[in-house]
Nanobody, 129 residues
């Protein structure tokens, strides 16, 4: 049973920082892992959007809205995916979800990751002005 659990959300003022964590259980990272993982977010009344993705070769992709401010990374020893969020803006306010495809082939993009993946329950990020 693979499970993903997000944490680290909260309320912060614009310009501040948060680090989201996604703990993955039921799976062990190794040098042979072929994964595609990422973060998504959804604000009330809006569609879900991809934020950032990372594959097991270290390739990353970021949405234009967060490029230069957010960084996706992993700590394989802790089975954890991170999203470091700096210079937060009010428009970053959303529920943030992590997702993982742990046997992935192809280009690791948000569109490729969204279907047929494991998802966490979400963690709320609220940015105030």
């Amino acid at each position: 049973q693979v499970q993903l659990v997000e944490s680290g959300g909260g309320s912060v003022q614009a310009g501040g920082s948060l680090r989201l964590s996604c703990k993955i259980s039921g799976y062990t990272f190794s040098t042979y892992s072929t994964y595609c993982m990422g973060w998504f977010r959804q604000a009330p009344g809006k569609e879900r959007e991809g934020v950032a993705t990372l594959d097991s070769d270290g390739n990353t992709n970021y949405a234009d809205a967060v490029k230069g401010r957010f960084t996706i990374s992993t700590d394989n020893a802790k089975n954890t995916l991170y999203l470091q969020m700096n210079s937060l803006k009010v428009e970053d306010t959303a529920m943030y979800y992590c997702a993982a495809d742990l046997d992935f082939l192809g280009l690791c993009t948000a569109d490729a990751l969204a279907p047929l993946t494991y998802w966490g329950q979400g963690t709320q990020v609220t940015v105030s002005s």
